[in-house]
Nanobody, 115 residues
Framework: VRLVESGGGLVQSGGSLRLSCAASGFIFSSYAMSWYRQAVGKERELVAVINSAGGSTNYADSVKGRFTISRDNAKNTVYLQMNSLKPEDTAVFYC?????????WGQGTQVTVSS
């Protein structure tokens, strides 16, 4: 299993970024996928999750209305569109696949939002 995130960077407050997570080594279309983030000095937290077909999503309260998770099963890729970014969104963002009995993580991509 391999998860590779991309799309992070430095953006001003109010700006947008689109993260991508390219997956391989498993049947991508069979599994829910999620995005997590971890800020310096804080625990890793769930940002958004999407079911295997892409028809059901859930978000952390802190990002509802600003972030959108989506997936393209033909491309084995999950996305996180982030709008109206705030300085408090600054974190390393990780893609996660829960393929029992293991959980797999990508290497993370840094998102920095300047005020």
């Amino acid at each position: 299993v391999r998860l590779v995130e991309s799309g992070g960077g430095l953006v001003q407050s109010g700006g947008s970024l689109r993260l991508s997570c390219a997956a391989s080594g498993f049947i991508f279309s069979s599994y829910a996928m999620s995005w997590y983030r971890q800020a310096v000095g804080k625990e890793r937290e769930l940002v958004a999750v999407i079911n295997s077909a892409g028809g059901s999503t859930n978000y952390a309260d802190s990002v509802k209305g600003r972030f959108t998770i989506s997936r393209d099963n033909a491309k084995n890729t999950v996305y996180l569109q982030m709008n109206s970014l705030k300085p408090e969104d600054t974190a390393v963002f990780y893609c996660r696949a829960n393929i029992l009995p293991r959980v797999y993580w990508g290497q993370g991509t840094q998102v920095t939002v300047s005020s």
